[in-house]
């Protein structure tokens, strides 16, 4: 076993997680969501929608479009989910929280999905006119403290004309500083990065994962090598702009006194430029090379950057690297980053590594290297089971949920917001908000990125 002076998941391990979460459904005709059945397939294009339903539906002439839906989505064994937005495209960075969802929806081949994004100037309207959705979710980007072109504008034509309840969706708010107007009378909100003072105490919201990168392409499970096939003991290709600790980092793996002993060969690749396009101009490898350099290392650090979580968390999971992590402290705002990291998924503890510092990262790696085939490889297959079953622990929750939320009458028409959170308290058993208060309006000075030279070191 590993070395627990070194290798252990923090000393508090959170019960909380998306699965307490229980809807109270018991007005709706009773029908089995279909459950995730895991499969070999490897789709090309984690986006390509598989929508291809018989004629299903009864006679729809005369309908209205939201008659036509509770038709589709209360017949329906396998539903299909529509993704809309007017302000988020499949080629923004922000998008791979959804991607990666999505990848997972067609992996388990446990629902269709549609993404559109919607018109500024038409909006969400046009597209629910030609839709082949039953459920249809709303997302937009809600960064710095406020959504841009928010989605709960779209609420009303929602739950009017497609006769749904309101589901909605944020990304890309890595410092928690989101409070947006409405939450708690949206029966189904998601988010993007977990925030202790939302995704901990309102019933109605859940986490969704990070996922990874929007240029990244998950490897075949047959492509990924035991640690003793590895060449490089470890890596780190990315940013030291995003915070100190990985200033701190980078300057440790770059002293070789500290570093004696590692006999491995390891690759780092550091820049002082954050750009979201990952671009060469600003001296980040390319995508191909940041993906190979982790299919043949066994471990990559993934100090924290604007959060904990990192998109490279996740792709060294993907690519069977054991990720390395130094345990994060508490943010007022966000609280502990990885709390919803911290349970049990197919019968196994989260076997990531975290540390007390990086100071303790090259006795870590000193030791490592005679235990690749033993220690690390066990460690390594309990790890790539425990991803998956995270993945169908976390994505299947938000699925089952999505769906059961989609099979609801919709809310009365002109219904004030009083009586709109009163309807979600009972969905849900309970007050929306509970103990918690919302957070204050965080004040964060964001600095004015210049571009500097890049730093590299190979």
């Known amino acids: 076993m590993l070395d627990s002076s070194l290798s252990t998941s923090p000393s508090t391990t959170p019960s909380l997680s998306n699965t307490n979460r229980t809807l109270v459904d018991s007005t709706q005709p009773s029908s089995q969501t279909k459950q995730p059945q895991t499969t070999t397939t490897q789709p090309s294009d984690p986006l390509a929608s598989s929508s291809s339903h018989t004629q299903e539906e009864q006679n729809v002439t005369g309908l209205s479009l939201g008659d036509v839906r509770l038709q589709r989505v209360r017949s329906r064994q396998k539903h299909t989910i529509g993704f809309w937005s007017t302000v988020l495209s499949s080629h923004r960075p922000n998008f791979a929280p959804l991607r990666a969802f999505l990848h997972w929806i067609n992996v388990t081949d446990s629902a269709n999905v549609e993404f559109r994004h919607c018109s500024k100037h038409e909006g969400i309207k046009k597209c629910m006119?030609?839709?082949?959705?039953?459920?249809?979710?709303?997302?937009?980007?809600?960064?710095?403290?406020?959504?841009?072109?928010?989605?709960?504008?779209?609420?009303?034509?929602?739950?009017?004309?497609?006769?749904?309840?309101?589901?909605?969706?944020?990304?890309?708010?890595?410092?928690?500083?989101?409070?947006?107007?409405?939450?708690?009378?949206?029966?189904?909100?998601?988010?993007?990065?977990?925030?202790?003072?939302?995704?901990?105490y309102l019933r109605n919201t859940m986490w969704l994962p990070l996922g990874f990168s929007h240029l990244f392409t998950p490897p075949k499970p047959d492509q990924i090598k035991l640690p003793k096939d590895r060449s490089?003991?470890?890596?780190?290709?990315?940013?030291?702009?995003?915070?100190?600790?990985?200033?701190n980092m980078v300057h440790l793996i770059q002293n070789s006194t500290i570093m004696h002993g590692i006999t491995m060969p390891y690759k780092t690749h550091a820049t002082r430029v954050w750009s979201g396009s990952y671009s060469a101009a600003d001296g980040y490898e390319p995508p191909n090379v940041f993906k190979d350099t982790m299919m043949d290392s066994v471990f990559t650090l993934c100090p924290g950057g604007h959060n904990t979580e990192t998109f490279r968390m996740w792709e060294a999971m993907e690519c069977g690297s054991i990720p390395i992590i130094v345990e994060p402290s508490s943010d007022r705002f966000c609280g502990i980053h990885l709390t919803p990291f911290h349970v049990e998924a197919a019968g196994i503890k989260e076997p990531i590594i975290y540390l007390k510092s990086w100071k303790q990262l090259p006795d870590l790696l000193r030791k490592a290297q005679g235990e690749l085939d033993t220690v690390y490889k066990e460690h390594q297959a309990t790890l790539l089971k425990w991803y998956k079953g995270f993945k169908d622990k976390v994505y299947g929750d938000i699925l089952n949920t999505m769906i059961k939320v989609g099979k609801m009458d919709p809310p009365p028409a002109g219904a004030s917001v009083e009586e709109r959170e009163a309807q979600i308290a009972e969905i849900w058993g309970g007050k929306v908000l509970e103990d918690a208060k919302d957070p204050p309006p965080r004040k964060r000075k964001h600095r004015t990125r210049k571009a500097s030279p890049p730093q590299a070191n190979e």
């Open 232 to 247: 490089l003991i470890f890596n780190f290709l990315g940013s030291t702009e995003t915070s100190t600790a990985r200033k």
């Open 129 to 200: 006119q030609d839709t082949n959705a039953d459920i249809a979710v709303a997302y937009a980007l809600g960064n710095r403290g406020a959504t841009k072109n928010a989605m709960f504008q779209f609420k009303p034509v929602i739950e009017t004309e497609f006769k749904q309840q309101s589901i909605w969706m944020i990304v890309g708010d890595e410092y928690c500083e989101f409070n947006g107007k409405g939450i708690t009378s949206t029966v189904l909100f998601l988010r993007c990065y977990w925030a202790q003072k939302q995704t901990g």
